[in-house]
C-alpha cells in the first residue's frame, strides 16, 4: 500500500497523512470552538443564571480540573492503544457535554456539564498532536501543526460572528446544541478515517526521507524511555513550569476579555464580540507562520521570543485597554502568539522525548498548564467582584507572561531537530 489515498480512489495529496490532517484540523475545530466559545456567551450566562464573576471562573475550572486530570491517562493511552479509539471515544464525551450544557439552570449542573465536556476534550488535544507529529516527519511537525490549529483560531473567529446572531434570534442555549451535534458527527467520522500510526498500516511519515539522518530525536535524548523516568529530567520541568506561567497570563485575558469590554468599558456585546473574531483570525496568522518558522529556528528560541511578544502586548492592554480601539489592537498582537503558543510547547515533547513518549510527557505537562488557567480564572474573577475592575488580575497576568520567558530561557535544551 504505497499511497494510503489510492483507497479512496483519490490522488490529491497521495499521502493519508493529508486526511488524517483534515481530520484532526476539524476535530480541533469543534473542540476548541466548545472551549472558547464559553468566553463569548459568558455575559449571556451571567445575566440569566444571575452568577458571579468568581463563580463563571468556577464553571471553566471545572471543564479544566477534568481536563487536566485525564489528559495524563490519555497522553499514556494514546502510547499504547493508538490515537484513533480514545479520540473517537472523546468526541462522543464533547458532544454530550456540550449538549448538556445548553440545558444548566443553575451554578451547580453548569459545573457538572461543563466538567463533562472537559473529560472530552482530555482526548482532543495530546492524542491529536501525538498522532499528528507521528504521520510528519520531524522537519515537518512545525507546519503540520501550524496547518491543524488554524482550527481553534478559525473556530474562536467564527464563533465571534455566529454566537451573538444565535443569541440575538434565540437564545445562548442553542450555541451550546449546534456545538454538541458538531462534535457528535465528528465521531463517526473519527472512527471511519483516523489512524493511530502510519508505520502499522506500512507508510512512512509524510517528508521523511527514505534513510533516517543521525539527528533524530531518539538518538539525540539518550536517557530510559520508562514513564517515571522523564520527571527527573529538569528540561521536563523548566518547560512544563514556562508552560504554567503563559497558560495563566494568556487565559486571565481570553477568558474575560469580552465580559471586561461589555461590562467593565461599556461596549454592547454585539460589538465586544469582535474581540473574538479579531482574535480568531489572528491566531490562524500565527500557526501558519510562527510554527513552520519553528522548523528552522528551533523550538526553544521561538518559544522565546513569543512569549517575550505576548508580554509586551498584555502591558499595552494593561496600560491602553481602557481604550476599546486600543484593546482590539493590543488583542490582535498577541493573538498569532495565542495561537501558536500551544502547538509550541507540544512540539517540544516530540523534540526532546523519545518519540515512543511523545503522548505521555505531552499529557504530564497538561497538569501544569491546567493549573495555570485555573489560578487564572478564579483570581481574575475574584479579583473582579471584590475590586470591580479586571485591572490587578491584568497586572499579574503580566508578570506571569515574564516568568514563562525565565523558565523556557533557562531550560538546557539540547539536540532539537531542525529543518
Known amino acids: 500500500m504505497k499511497y494510503a489515498w489510492n483507497h479512496f480512489g483519490l490522488n490529491v495529496f497521495k499521502h493519508w497523512a493529508w486526511l488524517i490532517l483534515v481530520v484532526c484540523f476539524v476535530d480541533l475545530f469543534i473542540n476548541y470552538s466548545v472551549r472558547l466559545g464559553y468566553s463569548v456567551v459568558l ?4 445575566r440569566d443564571l444571575n452568577i458571579s464573576r468568581t463563580a463563571s471562573g468556577s464553571i471553566y475550572n471545572a471543564y479544566f480540573l477534568s481536563y487536566i486530570s485525564l489528559t495524563p491517562f490519555m497522553g499514556y493511552l494514546t502510547d499504547r492503544v493508538g490515537g484513533r479509539p480514545v ?6 464525551m464533547l458532544g454530550l457535554g456540550a449538549l448538556l450544557m445548553g440545558t444548566v439552570h443553575d451554578l451547580r449542573t453548569a459545573c457538572l456539564f461543563y466538567a463533562i465536556t472537559g473529560l472530552g476534550a482530555a482526548g482532543l488535544w495530546t492524542p491529536i498532536i501525538t498522532v499528528i507529529q507521528r504521520w510528519f516527519a520531524p522537519n515537518r511537525r512545525g507546519l503540520a501543526l501550524g496547518i491543524i490549529n488554524i482550527g481553534p483560531g478559525l473556530g474562536f473567529a467564527t464563533i465571534g460572528v455566529l454566537f451573538p446572531w444565535i443569541v440575538s434570534h434565540y437564545t445562548w442555549r442553542y450555541t451550546w ?19 493511530s500510526d502510519p508505520l502499522k498500516i506500512g507508510i512512512r511519515p509524510w517528508g521523511e526521507k527514505e534513510r533516517l539522518q543521525p539527528n533524530t530525536v531518539e538518538q539525540v535524548v539518550a536517557f530510559s524511555e520508562t514513564f517515571y523516568q522523564v520527571f527527573k529530567y529538569p528540561r521536563f520541568w523548566f518547560i512544563g513550569l514556562s508552560y504554567l506561567s503563559i497558560s495563566y497570563s494568556l487565559y486571565g485575558l481570553t477568558t474575560f476579555m469580552i465580559d471586561y469590554a461589555v461590562h467593565e468599558l461599556g461596549i454592547p ?4 464580540s469582535f474581540l473574538a473574531t479579531v482574535h480568531g483570525i489572528a491566531q490562524t496568522v500565527g500557526v501558519l507562520t510562527i510554527l513552520p518558522f519553528s522548523d528552522y529556528l528551533g523550538r526553544k528560541k521561538t518559544i522565546t521570543i513569543s512569549n517575550t511578544l505576548i508580554t509586551i502586548s498584555l502591558v499595552g492592554i494593561l496600560l491602553f485597554g481602557s481604550n476599546f480601539s486600543a484593546l482590539l489592537i493590543f488583542v490582535g498582537f498577541l493573538a498569532p502568539f495565542f495561537g501558536a503558543t500551544f502547538p509550541l510547547y507540544g512540539a517540544c515533547a516530540g523534540d526532546y522525548f523519545p518519540g515512543k513518549l511523545i503522548g505521555t510527557v505531552a499529557g504530564a505537562w497538561t497538569p501544569l498548564y491546567g493549573i495555570g488557567a485555573i489560578s487564572s480564572h478564579w483570581v481574575n474573577g475574584f479579583l473582579r467582584d471584590i ?8 497586572v499579574i497576568n503580566a508578570v506571569f507572561a515574564v516568568s514563562s520567558v525565565v523558565f523556557i530561557s533557562v ?9
Open 177 to 195: 446544541y449546534f456545538l454538541g451535534v458538531a462534535a457528535l458527527v465528528m465521531v463517526m467520522l473519527n472512527g471511519l478515517l483516523l489512524r
Open 87 to 92: 479520540i473517537t471515544l472523546c468526541s462522543l
Open 43 to 46: 455575559p449571556e450566562i451571567i
Open 411 to 419: 531550560a538546557k535544551l539540547h539536540g532539537e531537530v531542525k529543518g
Open 269 to 272: 456585546l454585539g460589538t465586544a
Open 387 to 394: 475590586t470591580g475592575s479586571y485591572h490587578y488580575g491584568f
